[in-house]
């Protein structure tokens, strides 16, 4: 199956920023969705953007401006690069693959903890 692991999260003070990776094997992500979500502590998972197989990004209305997803399909990674970050921005965000031919195909990453804190 297809296997995804997060990096890159960590404690960062407000109006900094974070770059988090994800790289996935097993299978390439040429034909899958990407995205990023993400679970603020005590409330439910979130989306914060996607990118599709040709690149075509789509983002939550209230991140647009600040977090920024990539892909780069030749080294099977996906990335969110995240500025200007509030303590709100503070969860446990989680690297997503959905099959572009079958919903029935989604695999997740165990995901890194994102701490905005002074």
């Known amino acids: 199956q297809l296997q995804l692991v997060e990096s890159g999260g960590g404690l960062v003070q407000p109006g900094g920023s974070l770059r988090l990776s994800c790289a996935a094997s097993?299978?390439?992500?040429?034909?899958?969705?990407m995205g990023w979500y993400r679970q603020p502590p005590g409330k439910q998972r979130e989306l914060v953007a996607t990118?599709?197989?040709?690149?075509?990004?789509s983002y939550t209305g209230s991140l647009k401006g600040r977090f920024t997803i990539s892909r780069d399909n030749a080294k099977n990674t996906v990335d969110l690069q995240m500025n200007s970050l509030k303590p709100e921005d503070t969860a446990v965000y989680y690297c997503?693959?959905?099959?572009?031919?079958?919903?029935?195909?989604?695999?997740w990453g165990r995901g890194t903890q994102v701490t905005v804190s002074s």
């Open positions: 990118i599709g197989s040709s690149g075509d990004t």
């Open positions: 097993g299978i390439g992500l040429g034909s899958y969705i």
């Open positions: 997503n693959a959905r099959y572009v031919w079958s919903t029935s195909r989604n695999y």
